[in-house]
């Protein structure tokens, strides 16, 4: 079946062969076809719904016109002129002669040419414009394009392909970081079939989305949706039937574009960004039927500037209405949070103040990072932990993406019995590590980047962090320059063992298939201290100890953190489970039986703490910064 898109409503086509064309037509109530006739093709058209005014001239060349209902036909012959219009939605059924672009139109309300219309009987398209640099988004956009931000785990420009079918073509306007989002369309969307257009100026201040639009004018010579790529609408999608433009009311018309509506909700006038303006803003979705009208305003227009000069005029347009639309805009990072806020956005992981991204898109998992040679070792790692990593592993220069697998996180499980179950699997998996080869990697992995992060986070918040001796929830404590000057970093290097590690084993990269009884890895580390073939198995160990002691999954809201800071005191608490407490007991007595070394998880679980402290919410980062100057000073003090 093969469907065509109508200015009127559409067609279905069920069959076309060398006798004969059978069609189920759907016209909206209101809107009528063309008034045609035909030099050829012989058709008849019943009635299968709804109700219709029928126009049909008879063989004396009157044209009459009947009201007709559902179970009522009639027969057009050539070159009999004939018109059909809608009183309410009604649906036909005709069949014909084959002669499918034998139309004469005497009278069209979308003007369009006598003949068959070949962009009616393309696929339906979305232009997306995505070039831009998304300046106003700062640290989100640093080093992938403003269409790859996430909100809840989806890129923005999945919240936009998701809302029309699989089968429209999606034209996309490329520029700044434009490898990294084409990477994201083609792996998470292989079935559908996308078009990249690369705009030449996307670096020049003085370009407008109208430049990139008109970029994309060969694709797109038929009628098409129009996006800009920071446009996030929560309605269902209007039909593309006719010229219309996306609305929201807005106070600020000095912020948006703004449309003037008539009692019908057409565009009687078009102004940009005024105090003078109107009070619906144009929200960067469009419906471009009359294509050719489109392209020459634009055309005419200063394309350095706005996408909305083609609308100026709306005049030009046969009909050009208003459809008014649930949107978000995020285009800035007030706006980003809003529309957060509202698709109650639940991250996968914990945020970082670095270029990593995580996406989950149906059942397809992708990871960015803006370094290609950490995504890269994550691939190579990948062949090291296959047996134990899901199905479907593909990588890109800045993405890898995997199927996620059936089953639910660990943490989701809150069951000490699972936890219990995974241990003696665990247990499986390190029987056969090996003492290291390259202790010196030990070195470059725990105290370089202990001093690197450190350096980070007292440029952050000052030295008196590690200078100063704190009271820490009632308990008092040297410095952090003190406990640290007491580590026993080489004893790091002692009995310690080489193993194909995970590198953050915590229990929300742990997923349970209970039916299958199957435990799979996920977001694994890309490297230890740039080693791919494999890690120090006590750093997954105290991952898994610091995770148990400290519900990451939980802590991805900072609701869950409360901290109250003095001069020299910190009280903070946050919130875990009762399960979580009672096996965190049940893994210490599991190392000590299997003669793992308690003090030294103590210590680089410590560390841990101590290294993520940068990188995440200012709470987050300063209760990790005490935590890590208690478990340290615990771990010295044996």
Known sequence: MKTVIKPWGKEEWLELNEKYCYKRIYINAGYKTSYQYHVQKRETNSIISGNAEVWLENDSGIVEKKIMSAGEYFNVTPPKKHRVIALTDIILQEVSTPEVDDVIRLEDDANRKDGKIEGEHSSPAVLILAAGLGTRLKHHTKSKNKALVSINNKAIISHIIEKFPENYDIVVAVGYQKESLIEYCKLTYPQRKFTFVEVDRWEDSKVGPGYSAFKCKEYLQRPFYITTADCLIDSEMPKLDGNWLGVHQTSYPEKYSTAKLDENNNVINFINKSENGFDYAFIGLASIWDYEIFWKQLESSNLDTELV???????????????????????????????????????????????????????????????????????????????????????????????????????????????????????????????????????????????????????????????????????????????????????????????????????????????????????????????????????????????????????????????????????????????????????ENWLVNNNYDINKIKMITGLIYLNMSPLHSNKFNKMLWFMSTEMLYESINK
């Open 309 to 587: 000069s083609a609308w100026y005029n709306p005049s030009i347009y046969p009909t050009l209405k208003a459809k008014e639309l649930k949107w978000f805009d995020t285009g800035n990072l007030d706006d980003i949070e809003k529309a957060k806020e509202h698709f109650k956005d639940s991250p996968l992981s914990l945020h970082k103040e670095i270029e990593e991204v995580t996406y989950k898109i149906g059942n397809k998992f992708l990871k960015f990072n803006s370094n290609q040679n950490i995504t890269k070792n994550r691939g190579e790692r990948a062949c090291i932990l296959h047996p134990l990593i899901p199905n479907n592993f593909k990588l890109t220069n800045n993405f890898i993406s995997y199927d996620w697998e059936d089953g639910i996180t660990l943490y989701e499980y809150n069951s000490v019995s699972i936890y219990n179950k995974f241990l003696s699997f665990y247990k499986d998996v390190i029987d056969e590590c090996i003492k290291w080869k390259n202790p010196s990697l030990i070195d470059a992995f725990y105290i370089d980047k202990t001093n690197s992060r450190k350096d980070v986070f007292l440029k952050k918040y000052g030295e008196d962090y590690i200078n100063k001796s704190f009271e820490i929830n009632s308990k008092k404590y040297p410095s952090l320059k003190e406990i640290l000057s007491k580590v026993d970093f080489n004893s790091l290097k002692e009995n310690s063992f080489y193993s194909a590690f995970h590198g953050d084993l915590q229990f929300d990269n742990i997923i349970y298939n209970s039916n299958l009884e199957k435990f799979t890895y996920i977001d694994w580390r890309e490297s230890f201290a740039g080693s791919v073939d494999g890690g120090d198995l006590y750093y997954d160990l105290a991952k898994m100890y610091g995770g148990c002691i400290l519900p990451y999954n939980m802590l991805k809201n900072d609701d869950y953190i409360n901290l109250v800071e003095g001069v020299s005191t910190v009280n903070y608490s946050y919130i875990s489970t009762d399960q979580l407490q009672e096996f965190t007991k049940n893994y």
